[in-house]
């Protein structure tokens, strides 16, 4: 019953804000495409339902890797302002909202992390996917990038076992207050959040009580 109602929710949200969101995608392409080039969509293969990947959607924000390898290639470097203020509103989100129609992700949900990091999860921590990926979710609306892999684990894994279509609300309506603030967009003194390493113990599956 839960996956039905989820998957009503998914879909009425994409429907009901399709509006606004087509309109606004279109004037963003075009505003990338005239500071970054094209493509405008940046994909990039993530990791989801029962491990099984798919290719994430977002507009771009950083301009392409020159392949030299020195400084002009971080990412803070190959942010641009634009891209910047993109990412502190969400807004570079929009495209992945047809991730969700695919059905390849949810609005609510742990975030879909990069492949290469599917063999350093701990079976705990493996745990994340036995839901679809979130657009949001319970570590983005508790801190977002601007906390630990540790702490976000823990809190992936909570909503993993405490997750109902109330807290999903609940999620859905701390997220609009979270982008409004802009918070926790960025790692403390990073342009995004640092590569995950790996763990050397297990991940605790207890969280903070909502």
Same mark, same amino acid.
């Given at each position: ?16 804000? =399709?509006?606004?969101?087509? &309109? #606004? ?8 495409? +005239? %500071?970054?080039? $094209? ?67 949810? =609005?609510?949900?742990?975030? &879909? #992390? ?8 701990? +079976? %705990?921590?493996? $745990? ?83």
């Amino acid at each position: 019953m839960y996956g039905a109602l989820k998957r009503i929710l998914d879909l009425g949200v994409c429907l009901v804000t =399709l509006p606004i969101v087509l &309109p #606004l995608g279109l004037v963003l392409s075009a505003a990338i495409a +005239l %500071t970054l080039g $094209r493509p405008v969509i940046f994909t990039q293969e993530r990791i989801g339902l029962g491990d099984r990947p798919f290719r994430l959607r977002k507009f771009r924000t950083m301009r392409p890797p020159s392949g030299r390898g020195g400084p002009d290639d971080d990412d803070a470097s190959r942010m641009t302002r634009f891209g910047s203020w993109l990412r502190s509103t969400s807004l570079d989100e929009l495209p992945t909202l047809w991730n969700v129609v695919r059905g390849d992700m949810s =609005l609510v949900g742990p975030r &879909p #992390l990069l492949s290469e990091y599917l063999p350093l999860y701990s +079976l %705990t921590q493996r $745990r994340r996917h036995e839901v679809k990926p979130g657009v949001t979710g319970w570590a983005q609306v508790n801190g977002r990038n601007g906390i630990g892999w540790g702490e976000k684990f823990q809190l992936d894994l909570w909503y993993v076992e405490n997750r109902s279509v109330l807290l999903d609300f609940r999620i859905l309506a701390m997220t609009l207050r979270s982008v409004l603030g802009r918070t926790g967009v960025s790692a403390p003194g990073a342009a995004t959040m640092p590569r995950f390493r790996g763990s050397e113990r297990e991940t605790s599956s207890c969280g903070p009580n909502p």
